[in-house]
């Protein structure tokens, strides 16, 4: 079963979609809880008349894809109350809330403290700790993709931009055509190993956009210990 990645502009909207060629009957249609798009179609079916199909859904499509990520539980860290425990790049940490006229996040290495004026208001709580977040993610994620892009500069790719999104069911994705990888918010609960993984696995992309045979010996290659790394990033 072959697998392709394409996209296609609605509405001054990018829409990114998988294609999986394989024996259907028809253009088959699907999006994740994650709002990524799954479609499959046969060998011979040409990609502009999949690229239209999919054009004439768009409205339905656009619709279900903020559906499904408006349903994303919007919960990064429990409820975010005093002692609530939050994993941080690997590591359990113990919440403190701290009263402050100005919002703030600092740890140490037993507690995360969360100094906001907004005691009460978990939303806000979970907003001022996202934001810390993402800060922190792109400092993480760009220093991975640094290190890991030292492995694969040799096989004549551009070094690629990168985006933090909040997805449920990946940890990553690669946009070859724009240069450009999707990394997910969740990995910043994971070991920066882990990170290492999910980064380089896109970055293989870039070379082979597929999960051949040549896809996994060339990851293979360069991080011998994927697997494991692969292993302990799915039982987070």
Not at 202 to 218: I, W
Not at 223 to 228: A, L, Q, S, T, V
Request: glycine share 2%; hydrophobic share 35%.
């Amino acid at each position: 079963m072959k697998c392709e990645k394409h996209s296609i502009k609605y509405e001054n909207k990018i829409i990114e979609y998988t294609l999986y060629r394989k024996k259907v009957k028809n253009i088959n249609l699907r999006i994740k809880r994650d709002g990524s798009v799954f479609v499959s179609a046969k060998h011979n079916v040409p990609i502009d008349y999949i690229n239209k199909f999919l054009e004439s859904k768009g409205n339905w499509i656009i619709k279900n894809i903020e559906f499904f990520i408006n349903k994303q539980d919007a919960n990064i860290e429990n409820n975010f109350e005093e002692n609530d425990e939050i994993i941080y790049l690997g590591n359990e940490y113990i919440l403190k809330i701290i009263p402050s006229k100005e919002d703030n996040i600092v740890y140490d290495s037993r507690y995360i403290y969360l100094h906001t004026k907004y005691i009460e208001e978990g939303n806000k709580k979970k907003e001022i700790y996202e934001e810390w977040l993402r800060k922190r993610a792109k400092e993480v994620f760009s220093k991975s993709l640094d290190k890991m892009y030292l492995l694969i500069e040799n096989y004549e790719v551009e070094k690629p931009d990168f985006s933090i999104r909040k997805m449920k069911s990946t940890w990553g994705s690669c946009m070859k055509y724009k240069n450009k990888i999707n990394l997910n918010l969740y990995l910043m609960k994971t070991e920066e190993t882990c990170i290492d993984y999910v980064v380089l696995h896109e970055l293989v992309h870039l070379v082979h956009f597929n999960h051949s045979k040549d896809f996994y010996d060339l990851l293979d290659d360069l991080m011998p210990d994927w697997k494991e790394r692969k292993r302990i990033l799915n039982s987070k």
